[in-house]
C-alpha cells in the first residue's frame, strides 16, 4: 500500500496496509527517467535478441531457480507489502515460477521458423512465416498479484527475446523493484537494461506509454485500460490489456455440492477477494441450492481475514477499495437481498469478514459491477439455462467456473469467458500452456501460454521463388498472351464456378 509523503516531494512511500509501517521509499519517476529507463532497454535489446531462445531459456531458468531460493523472503515482502497471508503469497509464487518456466522452455517451439504451404497458383514458391522480437515492451502491473501478474507479461516477453520496462503499481514498488532486482542477481553478467523498472504513479505509467516502446502490456482496471489505450494511439503502440472481472460460477443439479461450495467459499475469499478472475457470483439450480448453500456456510465457518499465522487471507490492500465493498453490501441489502454470512458490519477499517449475500437483484451493483472483496453473491435459479443466461449478463469476460458431474464441458461451452474451469476454480491461470484473458470491459488479447507468447513477437512473412519455368509468372507485364485465361479458368474450375455457371447447385469440390 502506499502514502506520498508530501514533504519531501515526488517520493513514493509504500507502507504496510495493516500496521502502517514504512516498507520502503521510492522515486516518483518522470518522463526523463522513463526515457532513460528505455535507452538502457534499446541499449541491452540486441545483446538479449541475439543470445537465442536456448541461451534465453538457461537464464529464465536460473532466474526462476533464484526465485525459489528467495521464496521465504518474496513471502515475507509479499505480506508486508500487499497484505496477503502466507498461503496466498505461496500460490502465487508458485505459480509464477510455473510460467517462468514454461515461457522459458517452450518459446523455442512456439515461435519457431514455420513453412507455410504456398498454394497451386504458386506452386514454385516456399513460404515460411519467422517470429521476430518486438524490441521493448513496457509491462505496467497491479498491486493485488504483484508478482504472477507482471510475471505473466515479462517472463512470455522475455523469452521472445525483448527487453521490458517494469513498472508496478504504486501500491507495491517494494515487490516491483525486488522482482526486477532478482532477475539481474542471476544474471550477473547481463546489461542492466535487460528488465528495468520504473516506479511512481499513474503519469509514470502513462509516460511509459507515450515513451515510444514497442508494445504495453498493461493489467489494471478498465478505466486506466481506455487511458492505456488513449494514450497509446498517439504514436499506435500496440497495447494487450488485462482488465478486470465478475466471473461467475454454475452450480448444477448434478454437481458435487460440497466440492463447489469450497471452491466458490475459496475463489471468492481468498487473497481478501482481490483476484481478477476470482468467484464473485454464483448461479445454483434449485435441485442443489439447499445442499450448495449448507456447505457454502460450513465450508467459511472460521474463515476469517487478519496478520497473524492463524488468518485464512489479508486486509484490503488498497483503502479505497473497502468504500467499493460496503456500497456493494449496503445496496445488496437494501433491494431485498439477505446476507447468509456476515452483513454489513463485515466490512471493517482494514478487513472485512467474509460476505455471502443471497437473491441479490440482478441489476444491483454488487452483481453487475466488479466488487474485488471477499464477498459473493448467490442466486437460486430454475435450470442451467437461466444461470447460463444470468452468467452471460454482466460487461465483464474474464473467467468462470462450472459444477456439474457429467454435463460440465457443455456448460462450459455456453458461458461467455475467456477461460472456465469445470469441477475447480481458478485452475486455467495455472496452467501456463492456457492463454490467460478475457473480452469486453475485461479487456483483449492474451497473456501466458503459446498465444502470450506470440503476443510479443512480430510475424514475419517470407516467400521464395524456387522454381523459375518460363511463360509461369503472373505477376510481370511480360506476361505470355493466354497465361491469364488459363489460370482463370483453373481458378473457376478450383472454386467450383463453372459448375454454377451450368446452374448446378452442387457444394464445390473441397
Ligand atoms: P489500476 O488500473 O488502478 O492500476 C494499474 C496500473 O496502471 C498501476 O501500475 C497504475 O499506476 C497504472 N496507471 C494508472 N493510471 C495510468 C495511466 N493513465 N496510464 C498508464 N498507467 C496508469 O488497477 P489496480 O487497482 O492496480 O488493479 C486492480 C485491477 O486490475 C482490478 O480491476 C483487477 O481485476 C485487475 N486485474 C486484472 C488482471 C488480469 O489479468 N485480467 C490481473 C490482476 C488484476
Not at 123 to 143: F, K, N, S
Request: net charge neutral.
Amino acid at each position: 500500500m502506499t502514502a506520498v509523503d508530501r514533504d519531501r516531494g515526488a517520493e513514493l512511500v509504500s507502507v504496510n496496509p495493516v500496521t502502517g509501517a514504512v516498507v520502503g521509499r521510492f522515486p516518483v519517476h518522470g518522463a526523463a527517467d522513463v526515457a532513460a529507463a528505455l535507452e538502457r532497454a534499446r541499449a541491452a535489446a540486441g545483446w538479449w535478441a541475439k543470445l537465442g531462445a536456448d541461451e534465453r531459456r538457461a537464464r529464465l531458468l536460473r532466474w526462476a531457480a533464484y526465485l525459489a531460493g528467495q521464496d521465504g523472503e518474496l513471502v515475507a515482502l509479499l505480506h508486508e507489502e500487499n497484505g496477503k497471508v502466507a498461503a496466498d503469497a505461496r500460490i502465487e509464487l508458485l505459480t509464477a515460477l510455473e510460467h517462468i518456466r514454461w515461457a522459458a522452455r517452450q518459446a523455442r517451439r512456439v515461435l519457431r521458423t514455420r513453412r507455410v504451404l504456398p498454394g497451386p497458383f504458386l506452386a514454385d514458391h516456399t513460404a515460411r512465416v519467422e517470429y521476430r522480437p518486438l524490441g521493448v515492451v513496457g509491462v505496467i502491473g497491479p498491486w493485488n498479484y504483484p508478482i504472477l501478474t507482471p510475471v505473466g507479461s515479462i517472463a512470455y516477453a522475455l523469452a521472445a527475446g525483448n527487453t521490458v520496462v517494469f513498472k508496478p503499481s504504486e501500491h507495491t514498488p517494494a515487490l516491483g523493484t525486488r522482482l526486477a532486482r532478482t532477475f539481474a542477481e542471476a544474471n550477473p553478467d547481463a546489461p542492466a537494461g535487460v528488465l528495468g523498472v520504473v516506479t511512481g504513479f499513474g503519469a509514470t505509467g502513462a509516460a511509459l506509454c507515450a515513451a515510444g516502446v514497442d508494445k504495453i502490456a498493461f493489467t489494471g482496471s478498465a478505466a486506466t485500460g481506455r487511458a492505456v489505450m488513449a494514450a497509446c494511439a498517439s504514436t499506435l503502440t500496440p497495447v494487450v490489456v488485462e482488465c478486470g472481472g465478475k466471473d461467475p460460477m454454475v452450480v448444477a443439479d448434478d454437481a458435487d455440492t460440497r466440492a463447489a461450495a469450497r471452491a466458490a467459499a475459496w475463489g471468492a475469499m481468498s487473497n481478501g477477494g482481490q483476484t481478477c478472475a476470482g468467484v464473485e457470483r454464483v448461479y445454483v439450480t434449485r435441485a442443489a441450492a439447499e445442499p450448495f448453500l449448507a456447505e457454502l456456510r460450513r465450508a467459511l465457518d472460521g474463515i476469517h481475514p487478519g496478520a497473524g499465522p492463524d488468518a485464512s487471507y489479508g486486509p484490503m490492500t488498497m483503502p479505497g477499495q473497502l468504500d467499493v465493498v460496503r456500497r456493494h453490501v449496503d445496496d445488496a441489502l437494501a433491494h431485498g437481498a439477505y446476507a447468509l454470512v456476515g452483513g454489513r458490519k463485515s466490512v471493517g477499517e482494514v478487513f472485512v469478514e467474509p460476505v455471502v449475500l443471497v437473491d441479490v437483484p440482478e441489476d444491483s451493483a454488487a452483481v453487475q459491477e466488479e466488487t474485488f472483496g471477499p464477498t459473493l453473491t448467490v442466486r437460486t435459479v430454475a435450470d442451467v439455462d437461466e444461470a447460463v443466461e444470468l452468467a452471460n449478463g454482466t460487461a465483464y469476460a474474464l473467467g468462470a467456473t462450472v459444477f456439474s458431474r457429467r454435463h460440465g464441458d457443455e456448460i462450459a461451452s455456453r458461458l461467455d469467458a475467456g477461460m472456465v474451469s469445470v469441477n475447480a476454480v481458478l485452475s486455467f491461470a495455472a496452467i501456463p500452456g492456457l492463454p490467460f484473458g478475457g473480452s469486453g470491459e475485461s479487456g483483449f488479447g492474451r497473456v501466458h501460454g503459446p498465444e502470450g507468447l506470440r503476443e510479443f513477437a512480430r510475424p514475419r512473412s517470407v516467400a521464395t521463388r524456387r522454381l523459375a519455368l518460363p511463360g509461369t509468372t503472373l505477376t510481370t507485364f511480360r506476361r505470355p498472351p493466354g497465361l491469364l485465361a488459363a489460370v482463370a479458368r483453373a481458378a473457376r474450375l478450383r472454386h467450383g464456378g463453372a459448375r454454377r455457371a451450368r446452374g448446378d447447385s452442387a457444394p464445390p469440390p473441397a
